[in-house]
């Protein structure tokens, strides 16, 4: 959370005015969830590659770095809104993307309890399956569009953080057909 409010801070300070404002408190803002949502992805993954007193750490508060992340992600959410609402709207298509994909971190956010994973079983385990990929997939797909993107600005971003949201995949994948 303190991250996600300090990116906004920053958008604000750095910012020349409220449109370029509202685009910096949406872009810092995801990038101070991605890091978060990052360690809940790979919280299983590293452990069952390295098990060690760290990794063990990581995978108990899987489901708190998860939590971390969808009230980061919240801050975006808000930061994002004021952008599109305000100043740049997206197509609908992008609307509808990110919109399943903040339902989908809802949902796992209100069901990362015992009691939900009992009563739920393995719709639990489906839903936590699904959402994370989802949310992987919609990182992905903005920053390697930042990768390639028209304007310069975004290429060192997306050419950044798009090999890292795909490292951290074929990271799961390797520890995944190790474990069979």
Avoid: C
């Avoid at 801070?9 to 810092?28: D, F, H, K, M, Y």
């Avoid at 995801?30 to 007193?53: D, E, I, N, Q």
């Avoid at 050419?159 to 390797?174: C, D, E, N, T, V």
């Amino acid at each position: 959370m303190t991250a996600g409010l300090v990116a906004v801070a920053a958008a604000l300070v750095a910012g020349e005015g409220a449109p370029q404002e509202a685009l910096l408190a949406a872009r810092w803002t995801a990038r101070a969830a991605a890091p978060v949502f990052l360690v809940a992805y790979l919280a299983s993954t590293l452990w069952r590659l390295w098990p060690g007193a760290a990794t063990a750490a990581l995978l108990r508060r899987r489901r708190q770095w998860g939590l971390g992340f969808a009230l980061a992600h919240t801050i975006h959410l808000a930061a994002l809104l004021v952008n599109i609402i305000a100043f740049r709207p997206r197509p609908i298509a992008t609307l509808f993307g990110g919109g399943l994909a903040y339902v989908l971190i809802y949902l796992m956010a209100l069901t990362s309890n015992d009691a939900s994973q009992r009563l739920l079983g393995r719709g639990w385990t489906w839903l936590h399956r699904i959402g994370i990929h989802y949310i992987w997939l919609i990182f992905f797909i903005s920053y390697a569009s930042r990768a390639i993107h028209a304007d310069p600005a975004y290429h060192v971003e997306g050419r950044i953080l798009a090999p890292l949201f795909l490292a951290a995949l074929a990271l799961r994948l390797y520890a995944r057909s190790k474990r069979r």
